[in-house]
């Protein structure tokens, strides 16, 4: 396996730019996904890194080389695809041995590669069937096992799990990860599902409009988004955004809506940088649901209830704006019940509205 290093990669088409200045670096071994809305550049960003585009500007290293200016074939890199793109009419056994016979390797160790790689995924017994007999999830078994047997430095995903269910989709991100764990591989994972970036990725490389908005842990990510669009794009359901004033020199904020909120000691601290107003961001988790008013608690009214079994998420209307809160399942709200809401002052967000930022210690 390698590291992969993006510098300052750039991808022009005329006037459009898909991909601005995006600069990161996956460390040989690491599972990296870029995640993003569509159109972000997120595919585009995994296309030029495979060769499949050509670079407008910057460079691209896989392991020690520079490989700007090699064939996709040359860059010792493997691709798994949306669509698994099998041959129908070869058989499982025959979809592995091929990549290796285009490289003319050994009879030999055709089959000592493809039976080690259809082991270690489990579809042995699948090896004299054709993709039309397979699930979606050996469909999916197959693709990687004809990337695994070719031995790259990287692989390259491409959304591969979009076209499976709901299920599916749930037990093959396991799968994924254990193969990740296995192999040690290095992975970049291309996918607009934010969910499976936080459950499978080391890091993830959030991205809009061609530019890399953060790169850090999963962890970080959602705890500590750099700016609103990261804060509104990671997390399920997205993170309450508040707009606000600063008031008493920082002390509260106040909403359009009327309600006041004071700020802890630290809290005001971060307020006081903003440049105008503030956004107030908060978690549905971070949300505290009452049936009485009290200081620091902000009135609303329940717009919807949705049980999940675990939790509930309660819709809470203020004036114009929806807030989601979760409760659990033993609290029993109803469309249109008045509910004040409180926040927990430790792990609410700031950001500064006129730049999106957000408002650190």
Known sequence: MAQVRLGNIVKHYGDSIA??????????????ALVGPSGCGK????????????????????????????????????MVFQNYALYPNKTVYANLA???????????DIDRKVRAAAASLDITHLLQRRPRELSGGQQQRVALGRALVRDPKVFLMDEPLSNLDAKLRVQMRAELKRFHQDLKA???????????????????????????????????????????????????????????????GGASLLGPEGWRLTLSERNAARARRATGGVILGARHSMIGLHGEPATDRIPGRVYTVEPTGDITFVHVRIAAANVIASVGPDIRLRA??????????????????????????
């Open 19 to 32: 991909v601005d200045d995006v600069s990161l670096t996956v460390e040989d071994g690491e599972f990296v």
């Open 336 to 361: 249109d019940d008045a509910v004040w809401l409180s926040f927990d002052q430790n792990k609410l967000h700031l950001f500064d509205v006129a730049s999106g930022q957000a408002l650190r210690d």
């Open 43 to 78: 595919t585009t960003t995994l296309n030029l890194v495979a060769g499949l585009l050509e670079l407008t500007g910057g460079t691209i290293h896989i392991g020690d080389r520079q490989v700007n200016e090699l064939d996709p074939k040359d860059r010792d890199i493997a």
């Open 98 to 108: 091929f990549p290796l016979q285009m490289r003319k390797t050994a009879k030999a």
């Open 186 to 248: 290095t992975i970049i994972y291309v996918t607009h599902d934010q969910l499976e970036a936080v459950t499978m990725a080391d890091r993830m490389a959030v991205m809009n409009h061609g530019v890399l908005q953060q790169y850090d842990t999963p962890e970080v990510v959602f705890n500590a988004p750099l700016n609103l669009f990261v804060a509104g794009f990671v997390g399920s359901p997205a993170m309450n955004l508040f707009p606000a004033e600063v008031a008493d």
